[in-house]
């Protein structure tokens, strides 16, 4: 993510979630939630030379709905929000807090061997 001269990285996401849902006939809604982590890298010229990074704890949840098209083939549309909380960053003597969110919509194709 970029804001002006703003620069925020990640290298990795995990995330560690549970799955519940209801299913009828060939279809099943589901719910998810769960916890984030990552290392997010800051760096503004603005601000000065280097950059600064934190490794931050978060949530992530979502839902979803599948649907067999056959016995074998599964199709997904899910949505999920992951949210890390705010933490200071510090660059070139300049400390600033940044909350970091994303949200994602999905489509998938399974295949059961």
Request: hydrophobic share 40%; charged share 25%; glycine share 12%.
């Amino acid at each position: 993510r970029s804001r002006g001269e703003m620069s925020l990285r990640s290298d990795y996401f995990a995330a560690a979630k549970i799955r519940a849902g209801l299913t009828y006939d060939w279809f099943m809604a589901y719910v998810t939630g769960g916890a984030a982590v990552s290392t997010f890298r800051a760096s503004n010229p603005n601000f000065g030379p280097g950059s600064d990074s934190n490794t931050m704890l978060g949530w992530v949840g979502g839902a979803g709905l599948e649907m067999f098209v056959t016995e074998r083939v599964i199709v997904r549309l899910d949505y999920e929000r992951i949210v890390f909380p705010g933490r200071s960053f510090t660059v070139g003597g300049t400390r600033f807090k940044e909350d970091i969110d994303s949200d994602a919509i999905r489509i998938g194709v399974s295949y059961k061997f």
